[in-house]
């Protein structure tokens, strides 16, 4: 049967940006780019090709590429403090959580069914709800699968470590090129007080010398991966008092032993998640201790700061979830594999990253120019594409940039309560939003009212949409050129 006619809607639906579909519809790229490579210059042409298409492993990417989870190995052999797989929520993002778990048959048809609706996926991740390599037979049965049916989606894996020095070639042999493993310490006594026990060997071990043998499956994991040149990603869950100094030293020993890239994520803490340290009161680091640890760590290995810490079913851009719309009833019972929307995206995507690298690159050159020595922190209200393309009271996160002397640098996101829902905004929403901006100078987005804006200023935060639909960095060096009273600059960029 022949694929459907597909048209540059049918494609990306209202969710990616509006500039995107504008700029597909009158010719795509319209720089003198054209032609040009993707790749950035600081960039291993072999890494590129790895990681150009991962939301995860390149801050780049995560504009364009969307992940899935499906749900297939509730199992796990660690204890975490922070972690009640039980719990489960609708409108909760974090790891461990979900709506419903999938054995491999039933996670192929959701996969399939999300490849067919969702242009953008490129990544088929297995993040638990429990442990991949100790839920191990299930992780492998749904990969096979999926290598069967959708060749060219990418495979990640996401584990505590313990087992993973059991799996690494068979990962190697399935082609898995990017892993992630959470090291929350090096040292077994900081270890005791996160890991109350671990299963392992048969047998149950708890405090420190749980905490010794999970450092060293996690240190020995490591190792196996690079020795394979598989793309590694340390996630680190930053917890205040217990191990937020002593991630400087994880930070030390993951870079040596070849990690490409460490995730400092903060605690998420709550009593109503029925967690131990939900229960207990330990607290999670607010916005600006994350970023002041994750300063501190620049220049150790490389950091990645646009985690989402998603749902173990997630779907979609990172900082959205359409997890809800495939949920197991939403699937038809027989599915086929259909890659036209997929690689029409991709064609549609290639010539926009092109376009956006030279924008990129230009401003980033204005801002070093133009730089007094100030940086700014800038809340980018965003849905996708790298443009500034959200309105401020639909934005349920803001993006982080800071424009400083070295140029223009995304440090994280804070994500926020919906402001207008139906058309009129919340006062107590507001006062969320005003107190999760904290510490940002500007706040750029497609369309603000008069009301909001009015109260941002009184909390010392100015917000503008006059660069609505501007490439993010483009309306970033613009604004920092005028406050640097380079006017000129401010004028070409
Ligand atoms: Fe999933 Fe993790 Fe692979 Fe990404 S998530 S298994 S590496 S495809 Fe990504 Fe989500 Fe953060 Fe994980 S934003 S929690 S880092
Ligand atoms: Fe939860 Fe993962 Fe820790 Fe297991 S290893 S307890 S699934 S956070």
């Given at each position: 049967?022949?694929?459907?006619?597909i048209?540059?809607?049918?494609?990306?639906?209202?969710?990616?940006?509006?500039?995107?579909?504008?700029?597909?519809?009158?010719?795509?790229?319209?720089?003198?780019?054209?032609?040009?490579?993707?790749?950035?210059?600081?960039?291993?042409?072999?890494?590129?090709?790895?990681?150009?298409?991962?939301?995860?492993?390149?801050?780049?990417?995560?504009?364009?590429?969307?992940?899935?989870?499906?749900?297939?190995?509730?199992?796990?052999?660690?204890?975490?403090?922070?972690?009640?797989?039980?719990?489960?929520?609708?409108?909760?993002?974090?790891?461990?959580?979900v709506?419903?778990?999938?054995?491999?048959?039933?996670?192929?048809r959701?996969?399939?069914?999300?490849?067919?609706?969702?242009?953008?996926?490129?990544?088929?991740?297995?993040?638990?709800?429990?442990?991949?390599?100790?839920?191990?037979?299930?992780?492998?049965?749904?990969?096979?699968?999926?290598?069967?049916?959708?060749?060219?989606?990418?495979?990640?894996?996401?584990?505590?470590?313990?087992?993973?020095?059991?799996?690494?070639?068979?990962?190697?042999?399935?082609?898995?090129?990017?892993?992630?493993?959470?090291?929350?310490?090096?040292?077994?006594?900081?270890?005791?007080?996160?890991?109350?026990?671990?299963?392992?060997?048969?047998r149950?071990?708890?405090?420190?010398e749980?905490?010794?043998?999970?450092?060293?499956?996690?240190?020995?994991?490591?190792?196996?991966?690079?020795?394979?040149g598989?793309?590694?990603?340390?996630?680190?869950?930053?917890?205040?008092?217990?191990?937020?100094?002593?991630?400087?030293?994880?930070?030390k020993?993951?870079?040596?032993?070849?990690?490409?890239?460490?995730?400092?994520?903060?605690?998420?803490?709550?009593?109503?998640?029925?967690?131990?340290?939900?229960l207990?009161?330990?607290?999670?680091?607010n916005?600006?201790?994350?970023?002041?640890?994750?300063?501190?760590?620049?220049?150790?290995?490389?950091?990645?700061?646009?985690?989402?810490?998603?749902?173990?079913?997630?779907?979609?851009?990172?900082?959205?979830?359409?997890?809800?719309?495939?949920?197991?009833?939403?699937?038809?019972?027989?599915?086929?594999?259909?890659?036209?929307?997929?690689?029409?995206?991709?064609?549609?995507?290639?010539?926009?990253?092109?376009?956006?690298?030279?924008?990129r690159?230009?401003?980033?050159?204005?801002?070093?120019?133009?730089?007094?020595?100030?940086?700014?922190?800038?809340?980018?209200?965003?849905?996708?594409?790298?443009?500034?393309?959200e309105?401020?009271?639909?934005?349920?996160?803001?993006?982080?940039?800071?424009?400083?002397?070295?140029?223009?640098?995304?440090?994280?996101?804070?994500k926020?309560?919906?402001?207008?829902?139906?058309?009129?905004?919340?006062?107590?929403?507001?006062?969320?939003?005003?107190?999760?901006?904290?510490?940002?100078?500007?706040?750029?987005?497609?369309?603000?009212?008069?009301?909001?804006k009015?109260?941002?200023?009184?909390?010392?935060?100015?917000?503008?949409?006059?660069?609505?639909?501007?490439?993010?960095?483009?309306?970033?060096?613009?604004?920092?050129?005028a406050?640097?009273?380079?006017?000129?600059?401010?004028?070409?960029?």
């Amino acid at each position: 049967m022949a694929a459907p006619a597909i048209s540059v809607e049918s494609l990306t639906g209202a969710r990616v940006s509006d500039q995107l579909l504008v700029s597909a519809k009158s010719g795509g790229c319209a720089s003198s780019s054209c032609g040009s490579s993707t790749r950035p210059d600081d960039v291993d042409p072999a890494i590129w090709d790895k990681i150009k298409d991962h939301p995860c492993f390149s801050e780049e990417a995560h504009h364009y590429f969307a992940r899935m989870h499906v749900a297939v190995a509730p199992a796990c052999n660690v204890q975490c403090n922070y972690c009640n797989r039980k719990y489960d929520c609708a409108n909760e993002s974090r790891p461990g959580v979900v709506s419903e778990k999938l054995t491999p048959h039933q996670a192929i048809r959701k996969v399939i069914a999300v490849a067919n609706e969702v242009p953008q996926l490129s990544v088929l991740g297995i993040a638990g709800p429990g442990d991949a390599c100790y839920d191990w037979e299930k992780t492998k049965a749904t990969f096979e699968r999926v290598v069967r049916e959708i060749p060219d989606l990418r495979l990640c894996v996401s584990t505590n470590g313990l087992a993973l020095p059991d799996h690494v070639d068979e990962l190697a042999d399935m082609n898995v090129d990017h892993v992630t493993i959470t090291i929350n310490m090096v040292d077994p006594e900081i270890g005791a007080k996160i890991y109350p026990w671990i299963f392992y060997d048969r047998r149950r071990y708890c405090g420190i010398e749980a905490a010794r043998i999970l450092h060293e499956r996690q240190m020995l994991g490591l190792e196996m991966l690079s020795a394979r040149g598989i793309l590694t990603k340390i996630n680190s869950v930053m917890i205040p008092g217990v191990n937020d100094q002593h991630l400087i030293e994880v930070n030390k020993w993951v870079r040596q032993r070849g990690a490409f890239l460490h995730n400092v994520m903060p605690l998420i803490s709550d009593p109503a998640h029925g967690t131990h340290y939900g229960l207990t009161g330990q607290r999670g680091p607010n916005a600006m201790e994350m970023k002041a640890l994750q300063d501190r760590l620049e220049g150790g290995a490389k950091l990645m700061r646009h985690c989402r810490q998603c749902r173990a079913d997630a779907v979609g851009l990172l900082g959205e979830d359409r997890g809800q719309e495939f949920t197991l009833g939403h699937i038809p019972g027989e599915l086929t594999y259909d890659a036209s929307k997929r690689e029409a995206y991709r064609e549609l995507v290639a010539d926009e990253r092109r376009d956006h690298l030279a924008a990129r690159t230009e401003a980033n050159g204005v801002v070093k120019i133009a730089s007094s020595g100030k940086s700014l922190l800038i809340g980018v209200a965003t849905k996708g594409g790298g443009r500034v393309n959200e309105h401020f009271g639909h934005a349920k996160e803001f993006q982080v940039y800071e424009a400083s002397a070295r140029g223009i640098k995304f440090v994280g996101h804070r994500k926020v309560e919906q402001y207008c829902l139906g058309g009129w905004g919340e006062k107590a929403i507001l006062d969320g939003v005003i107190a999760a901006l904290e510490g940002v100078d500007i706040v750029l987005c497609v369309k603000i009212g008069d009301c909001p804006k009015d109260q941002l200023a009184a909390a010392g935060i100015r917000a503008t949409d006059a660069y609505g639909h501007d490439y993010i960095e483009t309306a970033i060096s613009s604004i920092y050129a005028a406050e640097s009273g380079v006017q000129a600059l401010a004028a070409t960029a």
